[in-house]
């Protein structure tokens, strides 16, 4: 029992650890030489408390591994907070940047049900917080699947998109070539994507203007939160991306209002 206990314990409470077969071997080795040496430790899986060595699944859903989903969240929260208050190794310095916490929906491929703030889902009933219906399509036989699921497989390329086309609005809005930009000023971004409950992929981002060497250096005095995010309007409608043809069908991609 306690060389399973020592075993489960490092997995932080994970549901659904994944299960590794296998050897690992090490050896010392001389730093100088390069030369491997004799052997310091060896760890068959097979002789293990549990029979295989036990590693964290790191799922972000919580349908899927409550304990490794609630361990993203936080560390996502810690991220975001270290990109607006400092912290984390970021100077504190720069909660004094202009930044923006901005979130980035997909478009609508259909009404969903959900929970408005005001009154009732469109299809008449007022859900549960914990109802599985949530998220699902009112009328699956118009609701553009096919789109849903290529956006997913495209946000990251609009997200690339969408943070060249910033660093452009940004160095036109202060007046300076995107070569001259550089000497001026940087775009840092902690962005983290989730799923909504419909499925689709979001990103929620701090951005934030630093000087040229980042986090550390004052941003320049044209730097405003007003600019930075009157740059981010403008560059979230710019950003599209061309997806594949289906059976006739070009698809096209961009962020949702
Ligand atoms: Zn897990
Ligand atoms: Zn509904």
């Not at 975001?80 to 478009?107: Q, S």
């Not at 408005?116 to 609701?143: I, K, W």
């Not at 997913?152 to 300076?176: C, D, P, Q």
């Amino acid at each position: 029992m306690p060389g399973l206990m020592r075993q489960l314990r490092g997995l932080g409470g994970c549901a659904n650890p994944i299960r590794l077969d296998g050897h690992r071997t090490e050896h010392a080795v001389n730093t100088t030489t390069g030369e491997i040496g004799p052997i310091v430790a060896h760890v068959t899986a097979a002789d293990l408390p549990a029979g295989h060595l036990l590693v964290r699944c790191n799922n972000r859903r919580t349908t899927r591994c409550a304990s490794c989903a609630e361990t993203y969240r936080r560390d996502t929260y810690q991220l975001i907070m270290a990109g607006l208050e400092g912290g984390k190794g970021t100077p504190a310095d720069v909660a004094t940047h202009p930044r923006v916490f901005a979130t980035f929906t997909a478009p609508g491929f259909g009404p969903v049900h959900n929970r408005p703030s005001s009154g009732r889902c469109r299809c008449g009933v007022q859900h549960a917080a914990d109802a599985p219906e949530l998220g699902t399509p009112l009328d699956p036989e118009t609701y553009d699947y096919e789109a849903a699921v290529l956006w997913n497989a495209h946000a990251s390329k609009i997200w690339a998109r969408f943070s060249i086309y910033l660093r452009r609005e940004v160095a036109k809005r202060a007046g300076l070539t995107q070569r001259e930009f550089a000497d001026h000023a940087r775009v840092s971004f902690g962005k983290v994507a989730e799923y909504q409950k419909r499925g689709a992929i979001h990103f929620h981002a701090v951005i934030r203007l630093d000087g040229p060497s980042g986090s550390d250096a004052p941003p320049p005095h044209w730097a405003t939160t007003n600019l930075l995010a009157d740059a981010i309007r403008a560059a979230t409608k710019a950003a599209h991306v061309d997806g594949p043809v289906v059976d006739g069908r070009a698809h096209s991609f961009a962020f949702g209002r």
